[in-house]
């Protein structure tokens, strides 16, 4: 019933979306038209950006409509090929490169923009068409299959991707949340005889560790289920899929070399099953299964097959298909057995929907702009991914989502961009790391800290009065965040805090055996650091969900412990006070503050490694010791003053501790906004943005994370950047000289538009006579007494007029304002207020 739900749904978008003459007219552009794809899909080989980002097919994680079950690791299909150079975290690189499989990735942790194994993952059941080949000596294995593809011929949009193989054999994908459609063109081979390999085996990691293949050849139907290695971590994971292939079961009669399996280069005529038992194997795995079908293209050379996958079973993989991609009454043509353009109408419909929250003239705004406003819109929409209906783990009325392991990259830009935006989605994704707390005990998957908090923290912020209406029990997101403030699992190392270190000594303290838990006893600079921002997100939580005054008070002391790790000892390139990490007696212990910066010349395991050199987690002091965004006036304080931040802050860049693509310098082009130097800050973002951004295909400063690096863009370009857990938003000059920002849970629509917008300001290093500097703020005809931020409820609670006034001299624009909310909000001095 609800699955068939999901089908009206999409199918009644696209009748609104797909064709030209119901285009809303107020989008004369189709959105979707202006992504580009490829950006970030550059290889991280030899100096290349590795952006890992993924070009195929995919719908955005947030708009099918029916609510069903719950929340760990995992993602929707997502369909592209795979090349055989690494590095390929996402599968698909640009440039060269042998095709060796179409598939559909199916990512547990990861699935766009991510590190972890290079030779990638999750890349399951890849098909790949062969053609004029003797049955019993086709080219079946990975290796020898591989073929380059045609140049230039790679090509996609949102909702489609193809390419061409030197085999003159063109691939079209297109999908919905969990099937697609590939489809083969066999296009000079109408009388060469053509094949289709399925191969169970092959995940791009080689890690198989056991699964079945079962063919019908009446029907052409493939249905498979493996179990692999995730790329990053120890675990495994069974998924199944389930192909159908008609222009194979018309032809697949009990005839020779039609069809069978094959183990290696050994293909058994006619044989239907392949059976390997789960085995704990270390990969590669030293074989190759699948399966090869001869198949029919029909009159327009064309072969389509149709997959459903699932993490259930491959008997709901096959549901999955039929409820997504329905049969097609009265088709004369195989290839229309499915509505080919509906489908691909309908994923570009959900992303129009998407692109269309944020309004700007696409014809007037610099064109390069453009392009990376909505590549960024749409890669930050990609994930988490909605495995609602495919909770492997447990089963309830709770959303299910993948790559919430991912929170350390995805709180700080991913989450506040949702929060603006996509309300309801997000209240999806609230929804499901609560439930992942209520199943696991604690929420939060650990990286550098417990990073599903300062998440939680936000929506209470933002949306914790509307809670019920928006389907999140805010109860229970309290209960979670005070669960995993408080108590200390068994082991905390994949999932919540040290806390009983925490709370005993104000810092997680170095070469200290808890006696209660277990977990991996390292990072404890930069653990401490971020346990003090997650309390800060209980503060705020107890704030908006009216709890008593002693509980906000002990949050908030418990957000200022940050300050407890900090050496005012240490001294680096003439600056003064790090953060170090601390042993138990009150001792510090040096970390060499350049350590794991991009001048680290040592090269630390800076990771989650078992190691304990270093006391910062993938990033060194001198980045770290910025991170306190809920009291950045302490952290100037420490620093020895206002003066000497700003020039820290220079130092910081100049000297080349700043590295784009990492996450805990996200906030640093913008850190001038604390020293009262908002003018500083809008050189510094053109600086980053410029010298680190572009359309190319290397257009990205390293991996994606998961829409991490697409957001930040995002509210670069936006001029705004979100304070954790906060309704405050840093303001500065936009980029574009007007946008609306849309909300569909508080119908609102707040323009945002730049008084003296100046193009030559839309550079890496603007000349001064730019109007970049922000001279007010007039929000609803009021002059705001603080240029230097602006409040969440001013840009989405209620529908506003913000007009930013630029200048280009700078007596006009120094400073934040006058009064006691000119500067952005520290605990420290009062800020954030009850
Ligand atoms: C996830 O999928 C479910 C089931 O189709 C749907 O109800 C929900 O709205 C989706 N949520 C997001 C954020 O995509
Ligand atoms: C098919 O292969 C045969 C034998 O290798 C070759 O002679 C023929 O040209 C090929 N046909 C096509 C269309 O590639
Ligand atoms: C999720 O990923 C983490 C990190 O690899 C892993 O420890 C955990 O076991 C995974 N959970 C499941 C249910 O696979
Ligand atoms: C791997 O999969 C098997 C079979 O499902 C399971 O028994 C085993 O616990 C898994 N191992 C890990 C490390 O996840
Ligand atoms: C090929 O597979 C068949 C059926 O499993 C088997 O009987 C035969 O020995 C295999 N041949 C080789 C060369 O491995
Ligand atoms: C810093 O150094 C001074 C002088 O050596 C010493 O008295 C003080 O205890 C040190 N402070 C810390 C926090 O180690
Ligand atoms: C703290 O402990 C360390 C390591 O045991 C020791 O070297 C140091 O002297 C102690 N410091 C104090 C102040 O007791
Ligand atoms: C848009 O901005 C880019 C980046 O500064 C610049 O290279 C380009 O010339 C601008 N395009 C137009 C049409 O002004
Ligand atoms: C631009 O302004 C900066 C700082 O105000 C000043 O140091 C610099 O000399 C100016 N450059 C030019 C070309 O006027
Ligand atoms: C080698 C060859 O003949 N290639 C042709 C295959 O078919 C496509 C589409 O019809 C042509 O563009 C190629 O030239």
């Known amino acids: 019933m609800l699955l068939q739900l999901i089908q009206l749904v999409l199918l009644l978008r696209h009748g609104v979306c797909s064709t030209v003459s119901s285009k809303p007219p107020s989008h ?12 970030g899909t550059e290889t991280g080989a030899n100096g290349g950006s590795g952006g890992n980002a993924f070009p195929g097919s995919a719908i955005p994680h947030a708009m099918a409509k029916v609510k069903l079950t719950s929340s760990l690791n995992f993602t929707s299909a997502q369909v592209g090929i795979d090349v055989d150079i690494a590095p390929r975290q996402a599968g698909y690189i640009s440039l060269d490169g042998h095709i060796t499989g179409i598939l559909y990735s199916i990512s547990l942790l990861h699935d766009e923009g991510t590190g972890g194994n290079t030779d990638g993952g999750y890349g399951n ?23 380059s593809r045609v140049p230039n011929t790679d090509a996609a949009s949102p909702g489609y991707f193809t390419s061409t193989l030197t085999n003159d054999v063109k691939i079209e994908t297109t999908s919905t949340r969990r099937a697609g459609l590939i489809k083969f063109t066999y296009q000079n ?37 493996g179990t692999y290695l995730q790329s990053y971590g120890p675990s495994n994971y069974t998924v199944y899929a389930c192909y159908d292939i008609p222009s194979a079961a018309s032809i697949s009669q009990n005839a020779n070399s039609l069809y069978g399996t094959y183990i290696n280069a050994n293909i058994t005529d006619r044989s239907t099953t392949l059976s390997f038992p789960y085995q704990q194997a270390s990969s590669p795995i030293n074989f190759e299964g699948g399966l090869l079908i001869k198949v029919l293209p029909d009159s327009s050379n064309a072969v389509v097959a149709r997959f459903g996958v699932s993490f259930l079973s491959s008997e709901r993989a096959c549901e999955n298909a039929e409820n997504e991609i329905p049969s097609v009454q009265h088709s004369h043509q195989q290839s229309a057995q499915w509505d080919w353009n509906s489908v691909q109408g309908a994923s570009q419909g959900l992303w129009e929907d998407v692109l269309q929250r944020i309004q700007i003239d696409t014809t007037k705004e610099n064109s390069t702009i453009v392009e990376l406003l909505y590549s960024s819109l749409y890669r930050s929409a990609l994930v988490p991914a909605n495995l609602t209906g495919e909770n492997p783990y447990w089963s309830n009325q709770y959303p299910f989502f993948d790559a919430l392991f991912c929170s350390w990259d995805t709180f700080r830009t991913v989450h506040p961009m949702l929060s603006i935006l996509s309300p309801k989605e997000w209240a999806n994704i609230v929804n499901a790391y609560v439930d992942g707390w209520r199943h696991t005990g604690i929420k939060g998957y650990v990286q550098g800290g417990s990073d599903g908090m300062p998440v939680l923290g936000d929506f209470a912020v933002k949306y914790g009065k509307y809670a019920s209406k928006l389907g999140v029990p805010i109860e229970d997101l309290w209960q979670a965040l005070v669960d995993t403030a408080e108590n200390t699992p068994p082991d905390w190392y994949t999932i919540g805090r040290q806390n009983t270190a925490w709370k005993l000594f104000g810092y997680i303290p170095t070469d200290y055996d808890d006696p209660l838990s277990t977990g991996l006893e390292t990072r404890e600079a930069s653990r401490s650091l971020e346990y003090a921002l997650g309390d800060f997100a209980v503060r705020q939580a107890a704030v908006a969900l009216n709890k008593p005054t002693e509980t906000i008070e002990k949050y908030a002391q418990r957000a200022m412990n940050f300050v407890n790790v900090w050496d005012p000892n240490v001294t680096s390139d003439g600056f003064t006070g790090f953060a170090q990490k601390k042993l138990p007696n009150g001792t510090f212990v040096y970390t060499d503050p350049v350590d794991c910066s991009p001048l680290d010349t040592v090269g630390h395991s800076c990771a989650r490694g078992t190691d304990n050199n270093v006391g910062f987690y993938e990033s060194s002091s001198w980045e770290y010791s910025f991170f306190a965004p809920q009291s950045m006036a302490t952290v100037i304080e420490l620093m020895g003053g206002a003066q000497t931040f700003v020039n820290r802050v220079e130092h910081y860049f100049d000297k080349g501790y700043f590295l784009a693509g990492n996450e805990p310098g996200f906030q640093m082009p913008w850190n001038y906004h604390y020293a009262n130097r908002p003018d500083l800050s809008a050189k510094r973002v053109r600086t980053v943005v410029f010298e680190n951004f572009n359309t190319g295909i290397g257009g990205l400063p390293g991996n994606d994370d998961s829409g991490a690096m697409a957001a930040l863009l995002l509210f670069h370009i936006l001029g705004l950047y979100p304070v954790p857990s906060s309704d405050q938003l840093l303001i500065g000059s936009p980029l574009v000289s007007k946008y609306t920002v849309a909300n569909d849970f508080f119908n609102t629509k707040t323009t945002v538009r730049v008084d003296g917008f100046d193009p030559t300001g839309v550079q890496v290093s603007p000349p001064n006579s730019s109007r970049i500097l922000v001279e007010s703020v007039t929000i609803n005809g009021v002059i705001s007494p603080s240029r230097c931020w602006i409040s969440f409820e001013d840009l ?34 009062g800020g954030f207020k009850l």
Request: net charge neutral; proline share 7%; aromatic share 6%.
């Open 28 to 39: 004369p552009v189709e959105l979707t038209s202006l992504v580009n794809l490829f950006i």
């Open 125 to 147: 059941f890849p098909l790949f068409p062969l053609t004029n080949c003797t049955f019993g000596s086709c080219p079946v294995q990975l290796n020898n299959r591989k073929l």
């Open 189 to 225: 081979h109408t009388s060469s005889p053509n094949y289709i390999v399925v191969d169970l085996t092959n995940d791009l990691q080689r890690s198989f560790q056991g699964g079945e293949l079962q063919y019908s050849p009446q029907t052409g139907r493939v249905m498979l289920g």
């Open 796 to 829: 989405v609670t209620r529908s506003s007029e913000i007009v930013i006034k630029v200048t280009n001299n700078i007596q006009d624009a120094m400073g934040c304002g006058t009064g006691k909310t000119a500067l952005p909000d520290s605990l420290a001095t």
